[in-house]
């Protein structure tokens, strides 16, 4: 039965624009929704809102802001299988996925409702004897737009941290995620008391995203951009907040690498790759897109990580036993087949899986990628990867460092020095040694290099990012001005 909804949420109302769009489901290609199409005069208007609760969210006592976090983790966890339906039906994941998702979001409001409590600035030394401090307060006006893979992990990040410093939250979801990544949230603030016009949501269909997009950016009220998406987006989004010297958050795509070293647990490798691999079809920021494999044990290694990757079962996500699902939409399957023709065109094998059934893509392994190949160079966000055999570990370093993206890394090894060492010569923001480079916790900075974005979202990185820094004086050691004055 198809799911209707109250409209958008602006100025704590329900705002129905009398116009929709279809929110499909990607296992079945069955309409899951309708959803309010906005456009440039709802953005507006939500931004007009956002600014006229300013001064009231911004005035409110921390440990007020704090309480209602808090009051929004545990209306979180109190709707948990309805989250991880809507995850299933509207999004393609996987039970487990969705189980994971909804699970993790309480923590990002607890963790935003204890950073109420942190440290706000600093006590400087002044040469003339004044009192001198350095404050973080809030900007105005927030804006975050959100993707569509893990849509409520992904929303909440954007906008909890930022919401708890004392901004005000526009959030554009993804029109092919708008509940989870968005009505969800508008129908728990509203729950929970969020007083009007702290937080606000816009949905609009894929027509109307461009200049959804502008308008959030560029309107003079809009203080702060939270973006998370793909890079070529992400440089469009940054590029425009620059122009307007708008302070921009932007966490981007990657290409990211597990290492495997000789002396590796070969269980605990072969798991890693699997799960970094083929978590949510691959379509994590965060995935494996590369496994590189000390040469001398290359041949068993394969072996294991194949063996392991065919257990994986494709289909359907309202069934909890497919551990695939669907691609998102067909954009992104045409993106990983082409990726996968023009490696086998260009001489790859293929050593499980292959195999494209409308929106669902088998678990695949490739052998033989070598740099002049599409999925070598670009983010696939899909369930193939590569797995390149390397002889010393400069040389993986080497692997790992080829490419534009900077986001997370991996490396499997029983030596945690060796590990270490090597960690710091890898160009990503974020390395996790014997572990997948998929992690992510709540509190921790979060966030790339290179291409993979710019600035941090978690604990008080994302309380820094998104305020603002003040130097405050009073004037105390009877410092005199120049007497001609």
Known sequence: MTKQFKGMYIGGKWVDT???????????DSVWAEVADGGVAETTAAINAAQEAFADWADLPFHERSHYM????????????????????EGGGWFGKGMFESGYLPEIFRAAAAACYDSIGEILPSEHKKFSTAMRVPMGVVTVISPWNFPCILSGRGFAFAMAAGNTIVLKPSEDTPYSGGI??????????????????????????????????????????????STPVGRQI????????????????????????????????????????????????MSVEKVLVHESIYPEFLSKFVERAAKLKVGDSSDKSNI????INDRQVARV????????????????????????????????VTPDMDIYRDETFGPVVPVIPFKTDEE??????????????????????????????????????NCSSVNDEPHVPFGGSKSSGVGRHGGRWAMETFTETRWITMERGGRKFPPVF
Not at 70 to 89: H, M, N, S, T, Y
Not at 324 to 327: A, N, S
Not at 400 to 411: H, K, V
């Open 238 to 285: 940054a590029a425009k907040a620059g122009a307007h010297l708008k302070k921009c958050c932007v966490e981007l795509g990657g290409k990211d690498s597990l290492i495997v070293l000789e002396d590796a647990d070969m269980e605990r490798a072969t798991q890693a790759a699997n799960f970094g691999s083929f978590m949510h079809q691959g379509q994590i920021c």
């Open 396 to 433: 993986a370093i080497a692997l790992n460092n080829d490419t534009e993206y900077g986001l997370s890394s991996g490396i499997i090894t029983r030596d945690e020095h060796r590990g270490l060492e090597m960690s710091k010569k890898l160009a990503t923001g974020m390395c996790h040694i």
């Open 70 to 89: 808090l009051k929004i983790a545990d209306e979180l966890e109190r709707r948990q299988q309805d989250i991880v339906a809507a995850l299933q039906g």
């Open 184 to 229: 969800l949230y508008a129908e728990i603030c509203e729950a929970v008391g969020i007083p009007a016009g702290v937080f606000n949501v816009v949905t609009c269909s894929r027509d109307n995203v461009v200049e959804v997009g502008n308008e959030l950016v560029e309107n003079p009220l809009v203080k702060g951009v939270s973006f998370t998406g």
């Open 18 to 28: 009398g116009r929709t769009f279809n929110d499909m489901n990607p296992s079945d």
């Open 324 to 327: 695939i699902g669907p691609l």
């Open 337 to 368: 087949k082409a990726q996968l023709d023009d490696a086998i065109a260009k001489g790859a094998k293929v050593a499980l899986g292959g195999k494209i059934t409308g929106r669902f893509v088998e678990p695949t392994i490739l052998t033989g």
